[in-house]
């Protein structure tokens, strides 16, 4: 089986850092995947982590440790734009298919 | 057009109703998903087709129906559903397992 572990809710402050993290335990790993969701809206592409260490794309970085079954996404300069669900997915294989599991998202609120 | 479009964007049933999902991607995938989510539930795998064939189908109850006709097309029939049943249906496309998976927008199904 798999589980996939983040907070529920997160609250940080306009032009902040805030730091998402995201623990899992699956067989069969090929990657994790951040993905982020406004109210009523399709979860959009985040980043793809495969190999261990920080991905940097702008405001955005995530970070991956396969040992440790730990990734985290760090928003800088947060707006207020940045009010949304953020989704960590694990991806594995098995059986010659492959499969994106999420996990139940974290609801962040950026406060003025 | 580009992305994943799908329609209707909301639909209400009655329990002895059948409907269909309709899900079209404009981006030359090879793989096609649909996903159930649920209020305060993780998004939940349906069902899968890697070049029209279906490979994943993940305990789903057998009203719901799902059916690619091509690469670009694929549907979600439903018939008898029950009120448990109301939730977000996404539809998501990719090419090859680690690039991005790309969502529509949903449809908002509510079984009354």
């Known amino acids: 089986g798999q589980n996939i572990d983040q907070p529920t809710e997160m609250t940080a402050t306009e032009g902040a850092i805030v730091q998402i993290n995201c623990t899992y335990q699956?067989?069969?790993?090929?990657?994790l995947f951040w993905y982020q969701q406004h109210a009523g809206e399709a979860p959009t592409f985040l980043s793809y982590?495969?190999?261990?260490g920080l991905e940097e794309k702008g405001r955005f970085s995530s970070f991956l440790s396969r040992s440790k079954g730990y990734s985290y996404l760090l928003l800088k300069e947060l707006q207020m734009k940045d009010s949304a669900s953020y989704l960590c997915?694990?991806?594995?294989?098995?059986?010659?298919?492959?499969?994106?599991?999420f996990g139940k998202g974290t609801k962040l609120s950026v406060i003025p | 057009e580009t992305g994943v479009t799908q329609t209707p964007r909301h639909l209400v049933m009655g329990m002895t109703n059948k409907k269909s999902l309709k899900c079209e991607q404009h981006?030359?995938?090879?793989?096609m998903y649909w996903y159930k989510q649920s209020a305060k539930k993780p998004l939940e795998l349906m069902f899968v087709?890697?070049?029209?064939?279906?490979?994943e189908n993940n305990s789903v109850p057998s009203r719901f129906s799902p059916e690619c006709p091509n690469s670009s097309h694929l549907f979600l029939h439903l018939h008898t559903l029950q009120p448990e049943d109301s939730a977000l249906y996404l539809c998501?496309?990719?090419?090859?397992?680690?690039?991005?998976?790309?969502f529509g927008s949903g449809t908002r199904l509510t079984v009354v």
């Open positions: 981006l030359g995938h090879n793989a």
């Open positions: 997915a694990v991806l594995r294989s098995g059986a010659g298919s492959y499969q994106l599991t």
């Open positions: 982590n495969v190999l261990d």
């Open positions: 699956t067989s069969g790993f090929n990657g």
């Open positions: 087709y890697n070049f029209k064939e279906q490979t």
């Open positions: 998501a496309s990719s090419q090859d397992y680690n690039y991005g998976y790309t």
